[in-house]
T-cell receptor, first 113, second 111 residues
Framework: DGGITQSPKYLFRKEGQNVTLSCEQNLNHDAMYWYRQDPGQGLRLIYYSQIVNDFQKGDIAEGYSVSREKKESFPLTVTSAQKNPTAFYLC????????????FGDGTRLSIL | AQSVTQPDIHITVSEGASLELRCNYSYGATPYLFWYVQSPGQGLQLLLK??????LVQGIKGFEAEFKRSQSSFNLRKPSVHWSDAAEYFCAVGINNDMRFGAGTRLTVKP
C-alpha cells in the first residue's frame, strides 16, 4: 500500500543538538510539506517543496532546515537555533495540482531532555 | 486577512446523538474545502472534500458536510455518533497550492 512513513515515532533532543526527522513517501507525489502541531494551535507550516531540489519557507521556518534530493524523501532538521522544539511534527504530500488534498504520515513527537 | 475558524474548541455529545462541527473561512474566492480527523498520536485522515458542484458532500465513516457560500461555512455533520468518533477534527481550505488549517475541534463522546 502507498503511504507516508515518518520515523522515528518518538525522538529526544539534548540542548544544543541538531536532530533530523525522516519522511518518505511512495505515492509518487511531487509536493511535500512539514507541519508543526502544538495543542490548541492547529497545524503550522514549516517548509514545503513542490519539486526535487527546491523548497520554500513556510510560516515558522526559523530554526529548521530541509532538503529534497529525491522525490520520495523530505527530511526535516531541527537545529539548535530552534529554542522551543517540543512538538508533534507531521509530514504530508500531495499531487501538485490545485485543489488536491494533502495526505499525512503518522507524525514524530520530539521532546527535549 | 485569510483565515479558517473553528469556533468550538471542544464538543461533547452522547453516543447515538447527532453532531455538527462548525467551520468558517475568510477568503476572497471560494476555496477548496476539506475536513480531516486525527486520533491521538496519529496523523490526519481525510474525511471529505468539496471542490464544486453539489454543496452537500458525503465522506467516509458516515460523515457529510455542507458548503454554504452565503455564510462562508463548511460544517461537518453526522446523524448518529459512535464512541469511535472521539478524535480531533480539522477544517482546511485550499487556495491554489496553499492549504490552511483551522485550530481544530476536539470531540468527546459520552456513553
Amino acid at each position: 500500500d502507498g503511504g507516508i512513513t515518518q520515523s522515528p515515532k518518538y525522538l529526544f533532543r539534548k540542548e544544543g543538538q541538531n536532530v533530523t526527522l525522516s519522511c518518505e513517501q511512495n505515492l509518487n507525489h511531487d509536493a511535500m510539506y512539514w507541519y508543526r502541531q502544538d495543542p490548541g494551535q492547529g497545524l503550522r507550516l514549516i517548509y514545503y517543496s513542490q519539486i526535487v531540489n527546491d523548497f520554500q519557507k513556510g510560516d515558522i521556518a526559523e530554526g529548521y532546515s530541509v532538503s529534497r534530493e529525491k522525490k520520495e524523501s523530505f527530511p526535516l532538521t531541527v537545529t539548535s537555533a530552534q529554542k522551543n522544539p517540543t512538538a508533534f511534527y507531521l509530514c504530508a504530500s500531495r499531487v501538485d495540482r490545485s485543489g488536491q488534498p494533502q495526505h499525512f504520515g503518522d507524525g514524530t513527537r520530539l521532546s527535549i531532555l | 486577512a485569510q483565515s479558517v475558524t473553528q469556533p468550538d474548541i471542544h464538543i461533547t455529545v452522547s453516543e447515538g446523538a447527532s453532531l455538527e462541527l462548525r467551520c468558517n473561512y475568510s477568503y476572497g474566492a471560494t476555496p477548496y474545502l476539506f475536513w480531516y480527523v486525527q486520533s491521538p498520536g496519529q496523523g490526519l485522515q481525510l474525511l471529505l472534500k468539496y471542490f464544486s458542484g453539489d454543496t452537500l458532500v458525503q465522506g467516509i465513516k458516515g460523515f457529510e458536510a455542507e458548503f454554504k457560500r452565503s455564510q462562508s461555512s463548511f460544517n461537518l455533520r453526522k446523524p448518529s455518533v459512535h464512541w469511535s468518533d472521539a478524535a480531533e477534527y480539522f477544517c482546511a481550505v485550499g487556495i491554489n497550492n496553499d492549504m490552511r488549517f483551522g485550530a481544530g475541534t476536539r470531540l468527546t463522546v459520552k456513553p
